[in-house]
Nanobody, 131 residues
């Protein structure tokens, strides 16, 4: 089954940085759209950032604009999410998802749940920001 592997999460202090990685298992990212999502306990699923690997267009949620950067390494077949100037937040998983049929604009900001057979996703990497 196609899936993604996320890494790079952890616990950091406010103002710190993390770099999250998302690598596919069993396929290339070329021509697909990829997004990072998070769902804190008791809150709705939120689109953090999306990227189109076809044309490089990107989207950022209002809460992370200017602080997070999504990028793609074609050689490593990996997408990164650089998180800078982190603000306090309760522990939450950051989930990486690839949709084989949707555009980045359809994935973000709507953040639709992935559908088996139409998307691939990982187990998530936990991020916590606190003093």
């Amino acid at each position: 089954q196609l899936h993604l592997v996320e890494s790079g999460g952890g616990k950091v202090q406010p103002g710190g940085s993390l770099r999250l990685s998302c690598a596919p298992s069993g396929f290339q990212l070329d021509f697909y759209s990829l997004g990072w999502f998070r769902q804190a306990p008791g809150k709705d699923r939120e689109a953090v950032s999306c990227i189109s690997t076809k044309d490089g267009s990107t989207y950022y949620g209002d809460s992370v604009k200017g602080r997070f950067t999504i990028s793609r390494d074609t050689v490593q077949n990996t997408v990164y999410l650089q998180n800078n100037s982190l603000k306090p937040e309760a522990p939450a998983p950051y989930l990486c998802e690839v949709d084989f049929y949707s555009t980045a604009a359809e994935m973000c900001p709507a953040a639709p749940p992935p559908i088996p057979g139409f998307a691939a996703w990982g187990q998530g990497t936990q991020v916590a920001v606190s003093s």
